[in-house]
């Protein structure tokens, strides 16, 4: 089993930034990939970016290419996406994922789920 806990989600005004950390426990082996995706309200869950269990081979989806960063403090295995220059349709509920075999957008490739963290942009 594997336990992931983001926090770092909060109220913000455009322009702002944040930095989501996910922190993974249990049997976390190293040859999965970890992702970060968000649900906006009322939309189905979207990926954001993810990145090799080592902290190598960050991918990210268009849309936020640029603005958002993901990266792995691998003493700690937490996972950081550092999101800048926030919009307002940047808000939604943020959630870590580990498990996929490869740098996968797809929901369904990652075994493991956190509980979320929401972020809310304000305009």
């Known amino acids: 089993q594997v336990q992931l806990v983001e926090t770092g989600g909060g109220l913000v005004q455009a322009g702002g930034s944040l930095r989501l950390s996910c922190a993974a426990s249990g049997r976390t082996f190293p040859s999965y990939y970890m992702g970060w995706f968000r649900q906006p309200p009322g939309k189905e869950r979207e990926f954001v970016a993810a990145?090799?269990?080592?902290?190598?081979?960050?991918n990210y989806a268009d849309s936020v290419k640029g603005r958002f960063t993901i990266s792995k403090d691998n003493a700690k295995n937490t996972v950081f996406l550092q999101i800048n220059s926030l919009k307002p349709e940047d808000t939604a509920n943020y959630y870590c994922?580990?498990?996929?075999?490869?740098?996968?957008?797809?929901?369904?490739?990652?075994?493991?789920w956190g509980q979320g963290t929401q972020v809310t942009v304000s305009s």
């Open positions: 994922a580990f498990g996929a075999y490869r740098s996968s957008s797809f929901p369904r490739e990652y075994r493991y």
């Open positions: 990145i090799y269990w080592s902290g190598d081979n960050p």
